[in-house]
């Protein structure tokens, strides 16, 4: 009877892989490993180089507030180049500008500076780090860097103390030469225009009765503008009623009637509807609403009176014109309104001339007393300038004397610069580690893509969950001699490459550790310049 196989599970089809594929797995895993220590030996070790300096604030200049510029200042392109020529550092001055460029960003790349203020604390603590190579040069590095940015910070307040203290006293003197020839100007305007020195001027702040001058002339310029308003209306009105009287008729026609027709009473009838809508029309200006609409209605009276009139053919009409009794009436109005307009042009006139002979008359004393206004003005603002000006001279040269003193340093160094017992990177066994992981999995990669690369049944267990008869039996892997022979020699070869480049790189890195001499200069060469590639 036959017996259905049971199937493998996953894990334990998984750990059989494994164990079959052993050497495909643990052969990378070794061969990255060993890359990996050659690697941690190979890569240049980076010591950590650390001080740090106290900003306490000082009651004169601005060193106090430095903590806060610091990582700018400290780490700023311009001092590094500085204190790499003072120290005259071999490497930097050998390269090109190009290349001292880039060495000088990757200075600032391992140059870190950090501000630290505790809570409820006035002083700040600013710490420098560098890492480099050379734990030496770092050191005079770092301290060199540290003094350069504490004695620009001093210097440039000292520096700026002095300056200011120059200009407090020259701008002292400017204006004590400006008040004085002010003062002169006045006096000498007094003296010409027979005025009172202690007179208060129109304008002022002091209590005083404004010349009659004055007055009469402001009220006549604001009366001035009531009469040229009044004069812009008549003028309007005058306007306004020649329209008028240009749009009437002096005369008016009349149409009568010397035979007999049947259609006369209709003529009559509209005729005096025609001269009342006449008068009407008189009574509007062009702009009312009620004026189109009149002459609307006239025109429809005349079409109507026309068309009677064609209807009477056996009759004679005869016109006759008499005078337009409304023309007359604006006439007279337009005379009325001319005169009151030449009335109001001669009352404005009039007052121009007043105006004209009362600014003549104040017109001098006006430019005198904007003359003493200005200078007064101008000599009280110059001698509050001059009085802040000489405190802001006394304060600069006090804060000059205290910056000169040692008591007004805000440094304070609270860890000197030392040498590290030990590099801070890169760790070794992270590395070692890392390429540990790496190796096992690209060796489970390989092993995997080599399993399960190819697409046909691996074994009588992948048969199984597809068949739907049971799997009676299985024949096992036949393997010619030559087969085994060629296999044999395969896992040799692999072998023996393996081993070979595992135990060659392990040589280098132990012979560049304990004896580089054992190494050719060529291979010393290409390590040196791994590890530049590296730094």
């Not at 603590?125 to 910070?153: C, G, K, N, S």
């Not at 008016?252 to 009559?268: C, W």
């Not at 036949?478 to 296999?487: D, G, M, Y």
Request: proline share 4%; hydrophobic share 40%; with cysteine.
């Amino acid at each position: 009877m036959a017996v259905q196989i049971e199937t493998q599970g996953q894990l334990a089809e998984f750990l059989e892989i494994l164990s079959r594929r052993r050497w495909q797995l643990l052969l990378p895993a070794l061969l990255i490993l060993t890359l990996g220590a050659s690697l941690a030996v190979f890569i240049p070790k980076k010591f950590l180089v650390v001080t740090q300096v106290e900003v306490r604030p000082v009651n004169v200049g601005s060193t106090g507030k430095e903590a806060e510029n610091a990582p700018n200042q400290i780490r700023a392109y311009e001092r590094i180049i500085r204190v790499l020529e003072k120290l005259k550092n071999p490497a930097y001055l050998a390269l090109q500008p190009t290349e001292q460029n880039d060495f000088v960003k990757d200075v600032q790349n391992d140059l870190k500076v950090k501000t630290d203020k505790p809570a409820n604390a006035t002083s700040s603590f600013v710490t420098i780090e560098y890492t480099h190579v050379d734990v030496h040069w770092a050191m005079d590095f770092v301290r060199a860097l540290r003094d350069d940015w504490r004695m620009d910070v001093l210097d440039r307040d000292r520096n700026r103390a002095s300056d200011e203290e120059t200009h407090a006293n020259e701008a002292v003197a400017a204006l004590e030469a400006e008040l004085k020839k002010e003062e002169a100007e006045l006096t000498r305007i007094y003296q010409n225009n027979k005025i009172s020195a202690t007179q208060p001027i129109p304008g002022g702040r002091d209590q005083r009765t404004e010349d009659p001058n004055y007055d009469r002339l402001q009220k006549s310029k604001d009366l001035k503008a009531q009469y040229e308003l009044d004069l812009g209306r008549a003028e309007q009105q005058v306007a306004h009623i020649e329209k008028l009287l240009s749009d009437t008729p002096p005369t008016l026609r009349e149409e009568q009637l010397l035979e007999g027709s049947s259609h006369s009473a209709d003529v009559v009838e509209i005729e005096k509807q025609i001269s009342a809508k006449q008068d009407e029309l008189a009574t509007y200006k062009q702009t009312h609403s009620k004026y189109g609409k009149i002459q609307k209605e006239l025109e429809t009276l005349e079409r109507n009176k026309e068309n009677i009139k064609k209807l009477a053919t056996r009759s004679e009409l005869q016109s006759v014109a008499k005078p337009n009794p409304r023309y007359a009436l604006i006439q007279g109005q337009l005379e009325d309104a001319r005169l009151a307009r030449d009335q109001r042009a001669g009352d404005l006139e009039k007052l121009d001339k007043a105006i004209k002979d009362d600014s003549q008359d104040v017109d001098r004393l006006y430019l005198v007393y904007s003359a003493i206004r200005l200078h007064s003005t101008k000599a009280e603002r110059l001698t509050k300038e001059l009085d802040a000006a000489t405190l802001k001279r006394d304060d600069k040269a006090l804060q000059a004397r205290q910056l000169g003193s040692q008591l007004n340093d805000p440094f304070s160094i609270t860890q000197d610069v030392a040498e590290p017992l030990k590099p801070t990177e890169p760790n070794p066994w992270l590395i070692v580690a890392f390429a540990l992981v790496a190796g096992f999995a690209l060796g489970l990669s390989i092993a995997l893509s080599a399993e399960y690369g190819r697409n046909c049944f691996r074994s009588v267990h992948d048969i199984s969950r597809v068949m739907v008869a049971p799997v009676l039996g299985n024949v096992g892997s036949i393997q010619t001699s030559r087969e085994r022979r060629l296999r044999s020699l395969q896992r040799m070869l692999v072998g023996t490459f393996s081993a070979t480049l595992i135990c060659a790189v392990a040589f280098v890195t132990w012979a560049w550790a304990r004896n580089p001499e054992l190494l050719s200069p060529q291979l010393r060469a290409r390590i040196e310049h791994l590890r530049d590639k590296l730094r």
